[in-house]
C-alpha cells in the first residue's frame, strides 16, 4: 500500500463526511459506527490492489464502509422484524457447519485416496454394458465445412478437392482453404453434433438432416457465398454415440462411482470401529 491505512481513513472521514465517528480507542481508529456497531480500521481486509493510487484507495474504503453500513442496517432490520423463532438460527449454523467439515474431510480423503487411472479396456466395459443408454437425442458427424464467396476463381478447384479422400487431396484443400474461404473447418475430425455444421448453413437443419440419408455431401448457395460440406462420418438421431464421442462423459461416471464407493466404504468402516470401541450407544424406547 502506497499510503498509510490511517492517513486514507482521515481522509475518508473528513472529506466525504458520512457520519462516520472518528476517534481513537486502543490505537484504533472507528471508521463508520451505526446501532452501536462499530467497524474498525483493524476490521477492514487488505482491499487495495498494488499499485492502486492515493484517490483510488480513498474510493475504495468508502466503497467498503457503506457497505460495511448498510449490511449492519439491513441486519438490525431483521433483528426488529423476525420472531424469535425465526432468529433462533442456531440449528441451521450448527448443521452448516457439521455439513462443511464433513464435507472437506471426504475431499481431502478422496484426494488422499481415489485411484484416477482409467484404463480404455474400464471405459470400453462401461460402454458396451450400458450403449442402450447412450442412444442419440441428434445426429453426429464427422465433416469438412467451407464457406467461399460464390464468385472466387478458387470454388471450381475446391469443388474438385472436398470430395477426395486422397491424403495429399486433403492437404491442398486445407492450405488452399486457408488462404481464400471465408471459413474452414474439420473440427479437429472429431465428432459433432450436426446441429453445429447446420448452424453455419444458410438452410433448416431438418432439410440438411434429410440429405444425410441419400448422400454424403452438401453443397447450397445463397446470395453472396457456396457452402461445401464432406460428411465423412453420420449417425442418424436414435442411433448409438460412438465411444470416441462418449469417452470424456464415461470417464466422468466411472470416477465419481469409485468416488461414492470410497466414501461409503470410508463411512462403513468408521461405523464399525465406533461399535467395536462401544462409542456407539442408540437407545430406542418401543
Not at 424469535?84 to 474431510?105: C, H, P, V
Not at 467461399?148 to 476463381?153: E, N, R
Request: glycine fraction near 2%; proline fraction near 2%.
Amino acid at each position: 500500500m502506497k499510503y498509510t491505512f490511517n492517513k486514507i481513513v482521515l481522509v475518508i472521514v473528513i472529506s466525504f463526511a458520512v457520519n462516520f465517528l472518528f476517534s481513537c480507542k486502543d490505537d484504533r481508529i472507528i471508521v463508520a459506527e451505526t446501532g452501536g456497531k462499530i467497524l474498525y480500521d483493524s476490521d477492514i481486509p487488505d482491499i487495495f490492489p498494488e499499485g492502486t493510487s492515493y484517490e483510488d484507495s480513498i474510493r475504495l474504503l468508502e466503497t467498503y464502509a457503506n457497505g460495511w453500513t448498510r449490511k449492519q442496517l439491513i441486519l438490525s432490520e431483521a433483528e426488529v422484524s423476525l420472531s424469535e423463532s425465526k432468529k433462533d438460527i442456531a440449528y441451521q449454523l450448527e448443521d452448516y457447519r457439521t455439513s462443511l467439515l464433513i464435507y472437506r474431510y471426504e475431499q481431502e480423503y478422496v484426494n488422499r485416496h481415489l485411484d484416477t487411472l482409467i484404463t480404455q479396456e474400464e471405459v470400453q466395459t462401461f460402454y458396451d454394458e450400458n450403449k442402450e443408454n447412450l442412444k442419440l437425442l441428434n445426429p453426429l458427424a464427422k465433416a469438412v465445412f467451407i464457406k467461399i464467396p460464390t464468385s472466387s476463381p478458387h470454388l471450381k478447384e475446391i469443388k474438385e478437392l472436398y470430395r477426395s479422400k486422397d491424403e495429399v487431396n486433403v492437404r491442398d484443400l486445407a492450405d488452399l482453404c486457408i488462404q481464400v474461404a471465408d471459413k474452414y473447418d474439420s473440427f479437429n475430425d472429431q465428432w459433432v453434433d450436426f446441429s453445429v455444421i447446420t448452424k453455419l448453413l444458410p438452410q433448416s437443419s431438418q432439410i440438411y438432416e434429410s440429405l444425410m440419408e441419400k448422400q454424403k455431401y452438401i453443397e447450397d448457395k445463397d446470395d453472396i457465398y457456396t457452402y461445401l460440406v464432406n460428411v465423412r462420418g453420420y449417425i442418424s438421431r436414435g442411433g448409438y454415440a460412438p465411444i470416441d464421442y462418449e469417452h470424456k462423459v464415461i470417464k466422468s461416471i466411472i470416477l465419481n462411482t469409485r468416488r461414492q464407493k470410497l466414501l461409503s466404504e470410508l463411512e462403513q468402516r468408521i461405523y464399525e470401529d465406533a461399535i467395536k470401541r462401544e462409542k456407539v450407544n442408540i437407545r430406542i424406547n418401543e
